[in-house]
């Protein structure tokens, strides 16, 4: 059976992506939210965030008439949620948006439906999504109740797009297809082989929850052990990131790059929500989530003793000088900058130093606000020929334009290794 509507709560960075792939193939897609400024933007045909090529899907599918969105749910016949799954201050998963968007959704259910929780989340919480759908429609009938011919069908298929490359991954990567019985892995299969050319990998809804966790969390482990070298090597006198190429160059050994620490919203964030469940066991994972969040105050010792070195050689006083730290975002080439290692390593810098703090980020056109009044956003070529301390945090193509020679009369501290 075909989907004649499907529905798409939560238009953001996943939601509206997915929403714009399943309408680019000519199907009838509402995109739900509660920001009715993402709403009204989009039903202009217009896009509130920024990923490449995600305006021309978007703009094309609007003006067909296969995409609208509202701040309602509607009746559709297959519902996918991709609301926030942040965690709270004790590092416990937030699962309220997505309590909200399944009682948002529970009215208009109707048998046959089916829905997909497409957010990162903890293991369980799919069934518990279920037991919430369940409670508000004790008419219909659920998979936990009635597994072999339920009203609904319910699944978890967790999204592992990368930010920058969202509307080529989306079609491209495998999908894990976790359904709470075999029947509902089937039908979201069916839903997604709309516009995937990659493979569904059908497995059941917990391995799924566990598998998205599993894929940040063993890319926050390969970072912490590249920064934890970054802080040997230092410590040492040895270049690590000549160490990692050369022990790269083994056949078995594939470790990533160090920086000022991790950020963005998903390595940063889901590891957690295996320690939350699993505090005894989850050794490993917690402590890589502690040396990546600690790096940002390493990097700001650093530039303590780069300027402390500066000071002794230029006889200037601290007030006197000037440090520029070059990149904002949270990683390379995009505006991001929402939990940014780099924002949070030039507000450490810009607070605790006296003199003048500049940042280069050639991605944004004004300076933050939570930096606004402690620094100043300049041209790379002003930070490049007046600053007297220069901290790499980002390596934007702009910055490794920059050869190590126009750098190599000032005190610098490279998180990036490109200025080596
Ligand atoms: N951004 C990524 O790169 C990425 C990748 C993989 C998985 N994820 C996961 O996908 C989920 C969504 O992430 P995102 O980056 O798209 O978030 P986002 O903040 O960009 O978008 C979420 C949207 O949901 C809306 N919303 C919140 N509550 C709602 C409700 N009750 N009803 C309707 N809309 C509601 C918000 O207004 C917002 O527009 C998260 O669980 C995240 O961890 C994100
Ligand atoms: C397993 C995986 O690949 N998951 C991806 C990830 O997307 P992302 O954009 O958050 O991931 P990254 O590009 O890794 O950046 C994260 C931070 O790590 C820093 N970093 C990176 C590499 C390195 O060698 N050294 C570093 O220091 C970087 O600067 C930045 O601060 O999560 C999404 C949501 O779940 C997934 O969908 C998506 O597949």
Excluded at 81 to 96: L, R, S, W
């Amino acid at each position: 059976m075909s989907f004649r509507t499907i529905s798409v709560i939560g238009l953001g960075y996943i939601g509206l992506p997915t929403a714009a792939a399943f309408a680019s193939r000519q199907q009838h897609v509402v995109g739900i939210d509660i920001n009715a400024h993402a709403v009204e933007t989009i039903n202009r045909g217009e896009i509130h965030i920024v990923e490449p090529d995600l305006d021309t899907v978007v703009k094309q599918a609007v003006q067909q008439g296969f995409l609208r969105a509202a701040t309602q749910p509607v009746a559709a016949d297959a519902f996918l949620i991709a609301v926030p799954t942040p965690f709270k201050g004790d590092h416990q998963p937030d699962m309220t948006y997505v309590q909200a968007a399944a009682l948002s959704l529970a009215p208009v259910l109707k048998p046959g439906d089916l829905v997909i929780l497409e957010s990162t989340s903890p293991v369980g919480a799919t069934e518990q999504m279920a037991d919430w759908l369940a409670e508000a429609r004790p008419d219909l009938s659920f998979p936990q109740q009635q597994p072999n011919s339920p009203d609904i069908h319910i699944a978890y298929c967790p999204e592992r797009v990368l930010p920058g490359q969202v509307m080529v991954e989306l079609i491209k990567n495998d999908r894990v297809i976790g359904g709470m019985t075999p029947a509902c892995s089937e039908r979201a299969s069916e839903l997604y082989r709309i516009f995937l050319e990659g493979e569904c990998v059908v497995t059941n809804a917990r391995t799924a929850e566990m598998c998205k966790l599993t894929e940040n969390s063993f890319r926050d482990v390969n970072i912490a052990f590249a920064n934890e070298l970054s802080l040997i090597c230092a410590q040492q006198g040895i270049n690590v990131w000549e160490l990692i190429a050369l022990a790269n160059r083994h056949p078995r050994v594939n470790i990533l790059q160090p920086g000022p620490g991790v950020g963005g919203h998903c390595i940063a964030v889901d590891p957690w929500f295996i320690v939350a469940q699993n505090p005894e066991l989850a050794r490993l994972i917690r402590t890589a989530r502690e040396v990546n969040d600690a790096k940002p105050h390493w990097v700001l010792d650093q530039v303590k003793a780069a300027v402390a070195d500066c000071l002794s050689e230029s006889g200037k006083r601290a007030s006197e000088l000037t440090i520029a730290c070059f990149g904002l975002a949270f990683k390379p080439n995009i505006d991001d900058l929402r939990e940014s290692p780099a924002m949070e390593v030039a507000h450490l810098v810009a607070s605790w130093h006296s003199g003048t703090t500049w940042v280069v980020e050639p991605n944004v056109q004004q300076i933050p606000a939570v930096l606004a009044s402690e620094a100043t956003l300049v041209t790379l070529d002003q930070a490049l020929t007046q600053a007297d301390v220069l901290v790499m945090l980002v390596d934007h193509h702009a910055f490794k334009a920059v050869s190590g020679e126009q750098v190599s009369q000032r005190w610098v501290v490279d998180t990036k290794g490109v200025w080596r």
